[in-house]
């Protein structure tokens, strides 16, 4: 079985300042992991994903996570907060779901992000 | 590439009424289809999966006569929700995957999402 625990449902930074939105997952194989970003009413967008490849993962607009299996976290990170980021992000671990040989998401229960000016 | 469509983008009905929403993948071929809902400030909970051609799976609590699914094409989707009621109003979102089921890419491409509102 899988899940995802995004450790903050609401983070609050200044614009200029860095951003950190945590996750930690757990997994039965090795997983891929994504982080998503959803703005009001709007659907889901990827930031970025890892599978496996190499740990440090650099995405759009200028967030980037790193894969670290010994604390199983893949937290999401960029050095400097604009006003257009505030929105909700998902962490999201996909795994090869037992005996069906299919990958299924698994969805964190988001973090909201607020950017102050 | 890989842009999924929904239709329509927001939708309101009066309650004891069908809806039907389509997901179409505009640019690849889907082999699996995923419906979500999502409540307001919440996450996105998987309803069901559907693979083209045969009928959906879905999650446990997820009633299939009221929810029904159809994959009649490896580019469309679609939900019917029959005998809309107000608690069935939510965000719906699909989602698309390309490669076969065993593949070890594994991306699903969201689309906008439907705002269904049962009055």
């Known amino acids: 079985a899988q899940s995802v625990t995004q450790l903050d449902s609401h983070v609050s930074v200044s614009e200029g300042t860095p951003v950190l939105l945590r996750c930690n997952y757990s997994s039965s194989y090795s997983p891929s992991l994504f982080w998503y970003v959803q703005h009001p009413n709007k659907g889901l967008q990827l930031l970025l994903k890892?599978?496996?490849?190499?740990?440090l993962v650099k995405g759009i607009n200028g967030f980037e996570a790193e894969f670290k299996k010994s604390e199983t976290s893949f937290h999401l990170t960029k050095p400097s907060a604009h006003m257009s980021d505030a929105a909700e992000y998902f962490c999201?671990?996909?795994?090869?779901?037992?005996?069906?040989?299919?990958?299924?998401?698994?969805f964190g229960k988001g973090t909201k992000l607020s950017v102050i000016p | 590439g890989a842009v999924v469509s929904q239709h329509p983008s927001w939708v309101i009905c009066k309650s004891g009424t069908s809806v039907k929403i389509e997901c179409r993948s505009l640019d690849f071929q889907a082999t699996t289809m995923f419906w979500y809902r999502q409540f307001p400030k919440q996450s996105l909970m998987l309803m069901a999966t559907s693979n083209e051609g045969s009928k959906a799976t879905y999650e446990q609590g997820v009633e299939k006569d009221k929810f029904l699914i159809n994959h009649a094409s490896l580019t469309l989707s679609t939900l019917t929700v029959t005998s809309a009621h107000p608690e069935d109003s939510s965000f719906y979102i699909c989602?698309?995957?390309?490669?076969?089921?065993?593949?070890?890419?594994?991306?699903?491409?969201f689309g906008p999402g439907t705002r269904l509102t049962v009055l």
């Open positions: 989602s698309a995957r390309r490669g076969t089921s065993g593949s070890t890419y594994n991306e699903q491409f």
């Open positions: 890892y599978t496996s490849a190499a740990t």
């Open positions: 999201v671990v996909s795994d090869r779901t037992s005996g069906a040989g299919s990958y299924q998401l698994t």
